[in-house]
């Protein structure tokens, strides 16, 4: 069959503005991930404490003897706390083979090959981590106080503690953002979904127990900077004006948070590339 030369021809095709590509790339990300009902049950099971709490907000509003579960500033902390498993799942099952997939296909020498840059390729993937964390902390949380002034009737519990809203949007960013990227890091590290798992998981306890030991040494908590998990639940409870629950400067903490999210960004930028370099 005989090859006839066309010659060159204009794109016809719908041309976007630059700096748009990370939404194709997120929704590719969010519309794999839905599709895998395992995951949609683990999303469901994630909200199980959301319900579990607004019931009992329900019964605080209408029932005098059950005054002792109303709701506080700390109920909300607490929420963050107890949905930190949930986030470790959600971040293993969603972040994992983000990076690491295209990787061990070789894609992303074609992911960089179009009009698509660095940046906006790591932004893409971690907006879809950050999506199914948000859904499974900042989105309930914030429901769940809309759900208590509408048991009450009243704005009352939200003037009095104004400073929720902003320190449940604010801790959660920060809980999402620090799970996201550092999985997204390590994801870029490796080519097997599998072992980036076993190093974040690996990190998040080997971390804790350097902690726990150097604790039982001392007596103390003022070494609580060498765990991630605890850098993170010092930062939440000064933002929710909570005591401190390690002696640990907060701002130590948040340093060290701070330096977990500049490392992370940092692997990112130099693991995503179209060419792998081999010294």
Known sequence: MPIHYHGYARY?????????AWAVIAGAGLRN????????????????????RGVMFYLAANVPQADVIAPSPATFRDFFDQQGFFVFVVAVYAGTGLI???????????YL?????????????????MVFLALVTWVPAVLLLVLQTMFTGSLSFVREHAFLIPAITLFGFLQVLLASIT??????????????????????????????????????????WVSFSANLAQVGDVIFRIEPRY???????????????????????????????VT
């Not at 016809?12 to 748009?20: D, I, L, M, N």
């Not at 090959?113 to 981590?129: F, H, N, Q």
């Not at 980036?196 to 998040?204: D, E, R, T, Y």
């Open 100 to 110: 690491a997939n295209d990787r061990r296909a070789n894609a992303l020498q074609i």
């Open 247 to 277: 002696d640990t400067p907060w701002g130590v903490s948040l340093a060290a948070v701070a330096a977990i999210i500049a490392v992370s960004a940092w692997v990112l930028v130099h693991r995503v590339r179209g060419v792998e370099v």
């Open 33 to 52: 991930m839905l599709s895998a009902r395992p995951f949609l049950f683990v999303l469901l099971f994630a909200w199980l404490q959301f319900f579990v």
């Open 12 to 20: 016809a095709g719908t041309r976007r503005p630059p700096g748009q």
């Open 113 to 129: 090959s179009k009009p698509l840059t660095r940046v906006e390729y790591i932004a893409g993937k971690l907006a879809v981590v």
């Open 183 to 224: 999985v997204l890091a390590l994801s870029s590290l490796s080519t097997s979904a599998r072992y980036v798992g076993m190093l974040f998981a690996g990190a998040l306890i080997f971390s804790e127990a350097v902690f726990q030991t150097l604790r039982g040494v001392t007596g103390g908590t003022g070494l609580s």
